[in-house]
């Protein structure tokens, strides 16, 4: 009774005080009977998506965790199948409210997308907790698993929600599917594909999506109070924009800072910007390696299967984000370029070069740098943000 009672309650509780958030977030208020539709289509999408996951499984051999099919080989299956045809799903399931009439204003892409996801998620967990009855560390992935769900879908929904105020396909949804199905793919493999020690690296791309989240969310607010002007919606989201007008900068601003002005870009910048950023990283690995001998954690202790053991990692991953934004703002101040260009350029080609240091020192680890790469880079971004010359 008790294993019923942990399977219903896990399954169906937390994706519907999510899709009631979600739906409340949205101040039009889209039609109950079609968000709940919405919801109901990503559930049966879920049922078949599993199917067939559970297929090429069975014929292939292949397996989400590295215990079983190897590191290779979960990371080809995640990327191939279970990812992709987990989002492609979704996209089925928003589909018909996309269609519909209902679908008026940009930030209904992210509510209808969520509904999918959230009907998904509820199946997902649904099928983890039937197959693992008993452990309160498959609860914990489980749960792990559905902000990803939501966040992941919300990134191609929003891509939906500008196709359709643009009233022009573009490449801004496909670009987004991609890059949200990769994502989903590396937090999948840490959630479900590795030891319990791997699940931390969740910490990180859960504060990355949330706040990467408030951004888009605020973007698409702003677009739907420049479309009211026109008749597109009801006057109640201009005090939603208004409320945001004291807040760090709007994507549109983030965006125009990150293109070409018109000087030409300064090339030196941007390979002195590299070195720059690589030795704060290497400054501050240091530092937390001394701070962490400091304290007497044990490195050599360290085992992914065992969550306790992973603080000496934590600590290191904490020192080494820190390096990006004060490089960033080192490179812009030292610069004094007036767009992100030449820092966002400088930090991208540090994280490259780590990756293929990594990649020729220690392959495994490149998964784990590729997860923070993003977080980093745009840490780097925000810190040359602040450091650029006033305009």
Not at 39 to 51: D, E, R, S, T
Not at 53 to 68: C, I, Q, Y
Not at 369 to 389: D, M, T
Request: proline residues 5%.
């Amino acid at each position: 009774m008790l294993g019923v009672l942990r399977w219903l309650v896990f399954s169906v509780v937390p994706p519907v005080l999510f899709a009631i958030l979600i739906y409340r977030t949205d101040k039009r208020r889209e039609p109950p009977w079609l968000v709940a539709l919405t919801f109901l289509f990503g559930a049966i999408a879920a049922a078949g998506a599993i199917f067939v996951e559970r297929k090429a499984m069975h014929f292939t051999g292949l397996d989400v965790r590295a215990s079983v099919a190897g590191n290779a080989g979960s990371l080809f299956f995640l990327f191939l199948l279970i990812a992709p045809l987990s989002e492609a799903a979704k996209v089925a399931a928003c589909w018909p409210a996309f269609r519909s009439k209902h679908f008026d204003e940009p930030y209904d892409g992210v509510v209808y997308a969520s509904a999918a996801a959230l009907g998904y998620a509820a199946v997902d967990v649904a099928f983890v907790l039937y197959r693992h009855p008993v452990g309160w560390i498959w609860v914990w992935r489980a749960m792990l698993g559905i902000p990803a769900h939501v966040f992941c879908a919300g990134m191609w929904g929003y891509g939906l929600g500008r196709a359709k105020q643009d009233k022009r396909p573009g490449a801004i949804f496909p670009m987004a599917w991609i890059v949200a199905t990769a994502g989903h793919g590396l937090y999948i493999h840490f959630v479900f594909g590795r030891g319990e020690g791997a699940i931390l690296m969740t910490v990180p791309m859960l504060f990355a999506m949330g706040v990467t989240a408030f951004f888009a969310a605020r973007d698409l607010h702003l677009r739907s109070e420049r479309a009211e002007a026109h008749g597109f919606v009801s006057s109640r989201l201009s005090r939603v924009s208004l409320a945001y007008s004291s807040v760090p900068p709007s994507l549109a601003a983030m965006r125009a800072a990150l293109k070409k002005a018109d000087e030409p870009i300064k090339v030196r910048w941007i390979v002195l910007g590299a070195f720059v950023t690589l030795g704060a990283m290497f400054f501050f690995l240091a530092l937390t390696v001394a701070i962490a001998f400091f304290f007497h954690f044990d490195f050599s202790g360290v085992d992914e299967r065992d969550v306790t053991t992973a603080a000496p990692v934590a600590i290191l991953g904490v020192g080494l984000l820190s390096s990006f934004p004060i490089s960033g703002f080192l490179v812009a101040r030292a610069s004094a370029v007036s767009t992100l260009l030449e820092p966002a350029l400088a930090a991208a080609l540090a994280l490259v070069l780590t990756l293929v240091m990594l990649g020729l020192a220690a392959a495994e680890a490149v998964v784990f740098a590729l997860a923070i790469s993003p977080i980093a880079w745009a840490f780097a971004c925000a810190g040359a943000w602040v450091g650029r010359p006033a305009r």
